[in-house]
């Protein structure tokens, strides 16, 4: 072999080591590199895990609200299906008052009266039926104990032949729209002596 040969083979030989700590160097670069990769791919993933989470969490959230505004609008459609009848009612329970007047001014022993006296309930009966029809009830607490929640009381007089806080006289019917208090029944009370 020629001192050339001979050359060529150890200077192949330092080329090849001189490319082995860069090829070394590359490869941990390259190493830290991927390192910090994958660390930016767990953060990156650890960020997507939370938006999901979050946004899992609002929708669940928004989905509740619905549910509560549909239940609200549901009820509100409810009642005013249910009480749309009461400015009406209030008005027209001036009718039934005005009936009932009526037939306690006529005397029931008068025969002249008396066809009057039965027009009038007739009357009265029919407007009652109606009432009725539409969950319109009349509140008559004759003789029952004082219940500030459906009666008014207008006077308190002595009577000794009734309890304390009992009925004694209603001076006007009390009405309710399917149980809401339509006007309440304007009455006497006994009172304790």
């Given at each position: ?7 060529q083979p150890a200077d192949e ?18 190493g830290q590199q991927d390192g ?131 009925v004694i006289e209603v001076l ?22």
């Open positions: 072999m020629s001192e050339q040969d001979k050359q030989a330092e080329i090849n080591d001189g490319a082995r700590p860069e090829a070394d160097a590359g490869q941990e670069a390259s910090g990769v994958e660390a930016e791919l767990a953060e990156t993933r650890d960020r997507l895990a939370r938006v999901e989470k979050a946004l899992a969490e609002a929708d669940l959230r928004s989905q509740a609200e619905i549910q509560n505004v549909r239940r609200r609008a549901e009820r509100d459609v409810e009642s005013a299906h249910k009480f749309a009848l009461e400015k009406f009612a209030a008005d027209v329970l001036t009718v039934a008052d005005s009936l009932e007047r009526g037939l306690a001014t006529l005397d029931p022993e008068d025969e002249a009266l008396k066809p009057a006296r039965e027009g009038l309930e007739l009357t009265l009966k029919v407007l009652l039926d109606v009432f009725a029809k539409y969950n319109l009830e009349q509140i008559d607490p004759q003789g029952q104990p004082f219940n500030p929640e459906h009666h008014e009381a207008m006077t308190m007089v002595p009577a000794p032949n009734a309890e304390p806080n009992t006007e019917k009390g009405y309710q729209l399917n149980g809401r208090l339509i006007r309440p029944a304007r009455v006497v009370v006994s009172k304790a002596e």
